[in-house]
């Protein structure tokens, strides 16, 4: 019994989980001979923004490069294609409530919007381990240096 509880931690240290137990409390509290399912992971948020970069006049800019900030943490990033638009979509185990987007490229002066997110925000997950998707579009103007 020692050495079946001994084991039972060092697994779960090394991030494995037991479904069954020699205690009473196995089952669930209707059915203590019902087995429990194991479930091992973490919840995740799919988080996605798009949007389009323009200029001033409204005219596309290409070859932008658009980050997706926390913090002074860069989740993710990508480039503006030749029309100006741009999509992040990152899979993350934590909510970003102050998300940022920050806009760069080398003639124009570098930009940074809002992009929060409430827990509100996300849909349709399966209320276990996926807690659904939220989407934002951010388009942004870009002045000339």
Same mark, same amino acid.
């Given at each position: *019994?020692?050495?079946?509880?001994?084991?039972?931690?060092?697994?779960?240290?090394?991030?494995?989980?037991?479904?069954?137990?020699?205690?009473?409390?196995? %089952?669930?509290?209707?059915?203590?001979?019902? $087995?429990?399912?194991? $479930?091992? %992971?973490?919840?995740?948020?799919?988080?996605?923004?798009?949007?389009?970069?323009?200029?001033?006049?409204?005219?596309?800019?290409?070859?932008?490069?658009?980050? *997706?900030?926390?913090?002074?943490?860069?989740?993710?990033?990508? *480039?503006?294609?030749?029309?100006?638009?741009?999509?992040?979509?990152?899979?993350?185990?934590?909510?970003?409530?102050?998300?940022?987007?920050?806009?760069?490229?080398?003639?124009?002066?570098?930009?940074?919007?809002?992009?929060?997110?409430?827990? $509100?925000?996300?849909?349709? %997950?399966? %209320?276990?381990?996926?807690?659904?998707?939220?989407?934002?579009?951010?388009?942004?103007?870009?002045?000339?240096?």
């Amino acid at each position: *019994m020692v050495m079946n509880k001994l084991l039972r931690l060092f697994l779960v240290l090394l991030g494995f989980s037991a479904c069954s137990s020699d205690d009473d409390n196995s %089952g669930s509290p209707t059915n203590p001979n019902e $087995e429990q399912p194991c $479930e091992y %992971g973490t919840p995740t948020y799919t988080y996605q923004i798009k949007g389009k970069v323009t200029d001033l006049t409204n005219t596309p800019i290409d070859s932008v490069k658009v980050k *997706m900030m926390t913090g002074q943490f860069c989740i993710d990033s990508t *480039m503006t294609d030749t029309i100006g638009s741009y999509q992040i979509s990152e899979e993350h185990t934590q909510l970003y409530p102050e998300m940022k987007t920050v806009y760069e490229k080398k003639g124009y002066q570098s930009d940074t919007l809002d992009a929060d997110f409430s827990a $509100e925000e996300f849909k349709d %997950g399966d %209320g276990k381990w996926f807690n659904g998707s939220a989407s934002k579009e951010i388009n942004a103007q870009l002045k000339n240096n």
